[in-house]
C-alpha cells in the first residue's frame, strides 16, 4: 500500500517529483489471512451520484451503495499528525492512529494478538489496545518502552472516565537482557536463584543440600536477591563442607565450586583463599570461585551465545534506578516551574535521556499531556519545564527519568497550589 501522508504546506522540490508517500509491505504466513474489508470502508464524497443513489448499470441490474462507504484501496490519503494535535507526543518516527487503526481493523478481529518488534512512539500497542486486540510490543529503547506503557496507561485512564466501571490494566512491562537491581531484590529466593542459574549457564537442582545446582559436574551456590547483601566467611565454609559430601568429591576427586553473589566480604574472599591454599599440603583443599553477578565473567555464559548477526556481550546487565531529585518554584498564580537537573545517575557513564510529568498523580502514572517526551530546542531531554494547575489546592505529582543505560527512576511529591 502508499500512505500519502498529506500536509498543510511543507517542503516541495524544485528539481525532482516531491516524497510524499511510505510504501507499506502486506505479508501472510500462508494462502489464507484475515482481510475486513467492511471495517476500514471510506465514506463516499458528498458529490458522489453513486452514493445518493446507486446506479444502474446497461443489463438493468442496480447497485445500492453500501451504508458505510467505499472499500479502501491501496492508496492511503491519511494526514500526518498536526504538530498542534493532542496526539503528537513528539517521539520522531510517531505515526497517526489512523493509519495503525485501519492496519489492525483490516488484519485482526478483536480478542486476536498484535505484535509490533519496533515500539517506538507506541502507537500500535496503543491502537491495539483502544481496539480490543491482545498485543506484545517491543523496543530495545527504554525510552521507547516508558513512553509505550504510558500512552497504554492513558487509553486506560480514558476508559475509565468514560465508564462507571474501574479499569485495571491488563499489561506488564518484562525486561530482557537489562534488569533493575531494585526489582531483582524483591524477588522471591528460589525464583532468583533460578534466575541467577540460568543465566550463568547452569541448572538448578534441589537433590543436595548446601548448593543450588550444577554447571558441568561444578557444584553451584547463589547468594540472596538483596543487592546489599555480602556472602560471609561462614556461608563460604558451609558450602565447602556441602562439595565435600559430594559423589564426585569422595569418589572424582572434584575438588571444584562457584559461588554466585551481589558481593563477598573480605573474611569470605580469606576464608576461599585459605582454602585453595590447602591445595600444596592437604588433600581437604577446595578451590572456591567468587564470582560477583555483575561483574563481566558472570556474562560470558551468555556471551558465548553471540552470533555474527546478534551481539549478546552486553546483555544480562544490572542496573540502578536514577535517584530524582525535583525541585519546583512559583512563577506567577497557578504556574510553577519543575526542575530535575540535580537528579543522581548512578549507572557508570549513564546519562539522562527523557524526563516524564504527571501532574494528577493518582493510583498510577500517566503523563500530563505533553509533557511524555519533552524536548530542548537542541533535541535533548528538558530538564526544566512549566506547568500552570487548572486549579488551587494541593496536588499530587510524579516524576519518571530515564538514562541511557536502562534505568528508570520515579519520584512522587505533593505541591501546594
Not at 94 to 99: A, D, V
Not at 160 to 178: A, K, M, N, Q
Not at 374 to 390: I, M, Q, S
Amino acid at each position: 500500500m502508499n500512505w500519502f501522508g498529506t500536509t498543510p504546506g511543507g517542503g516541495r522540490s524544485k528539481r525532482y517529483f516531491s516524497n510524499k508517500h511510505d510504501n507499506l509491505l502486506w505479508y501472510a504466513a500462508g494462502a489464507a489471512w484475515t482481510f475486513n474489508i467492511d471495517a476500514v470502508r471510506i465514506p463516499y464524497k458528498e458529490t458522489s451520484g453513486f452514493a445518493k443513489g446507486g446506479i444502474v448499470s446497461a443489463a438493468g441490474k442496480k447497485y445500492e451503495p453500501h451504508p458505510d462507504g467505499t472499500p479502501a484501496d491501496d492508496v492511503w490519503d491519511i494526514p500526518i499528525i498536526n504538530p498542534l494535535s493532542h496526539e503528537r507526543i513528539g517521539y520522531p518516527t510517531q505515526k497517526p492512529e489512523l493509519l495503525l487503526a485501519r492496519i489492525i481493523e483490516a488484519a485482526s478481529h478483536p480478542g486476536e494478538v498484535v505484535a509490533d518488534f519496533f515500539a517506538g512512539g507506541g502507537t500500535t500497542a496503543a491502537v491495539a489496545q483502544r481496539l480490543g486486540r491482545k498485543w506484545i510490543s517491543c523496543d530495545q529503547s527504554r525510552v521507547a518502552v516508558a513512553i509505550t506503557a504510558d500512552r497504554i496507561a492513558n487509553v486506560v485512564e480514558q476508559r475509565e472516565l468514560e465508564s462507571t466501571v474501574r479499569v485495571v490494566p491488563d499489561f506488564t512491562v518484562e525486561h530482557w537482557g537489562i534488569y533493575e537491581a531494585a526489582c531483582l531484590a524483591e524477588t522471591p529466593e528460589g525464583q532468583f536463584r533460578d534466575f541467577v542459574l540460568r543465566a550463568y549457564g547452569a541448572v538448578p537442582q534441589v537433590a543436595e543440600d548446601g548448593f543450588h545446582g550444577h554447571k558441568a559436574a561444578v557444584p553451584v551456590w547463589v547468594g540472596e536477591p538483596n543487592q546489599m547483601s555480602q556472602v560471609t566467611a561462614k556461608q563460604v565454609e558451609d558450602f565447602a563442607n556441602a562439595v565435600r559430601k559430594t559423589v564426585r568429591y569422595q569418589q572424582d576427586n572434584l575438588r571444584d565450586g562457584v559461588m554466585l553473589a551481589w558481593a563477598f566480604r573480605p573474611d569470605a574472599v580469606e576464608a576461599a583463599e585459605k582454602l585453595r591454599a590447602f591445595e600444596q599440603t592437604d588433600l581437604n583443599f577446595i578451590r572456591l570461585d567468587l564470582l560477583r553477578i555483575d561483574e563481566p565473567r558472570f556474562r560470558e555464559h551468555i556471551a558465548s551465545l553471540s552470533t555474527d548477526r546478534a551481539d549478546y556481550g552486553t546483555f544480562l546487565t544490572f542496573v540502578q534506578p536514577p535517584h530524582v531529585e525535583v525541585g519546583h518554584k512559583r512563577v506567577t498564580g497557578r504556574a510553577f516551574k519543575f526542575d530535575v537537573s540535580e537528579t543522581a545517575v548512578l549507572n557508570v557513564g549513564a546519562k539522562i535521556i527523557n524526563v516524564q510529568w504527571d501532574f494528577d498523580y493518582g493510583e498510577r502514572f500517566s503523563s500530563t499531556q505533553g509533557y511524555s517526551f519533552v524536548r530542548t530546542n537542541k533535541k535533548g531531554p528538558a530538564l526544566v519545564v512549566d506547568y500552570a494547575f487548572p486549579r488551587g489546592g494541593k496536588h499530587r505529582i510524579a516524576c519518571k527519568v530515564q538514562d541511557d543505560a536502562g534505568g528508570e527512576g520515579l519520584w512522587v511529591g505533593e505541591v501546594e497550589v
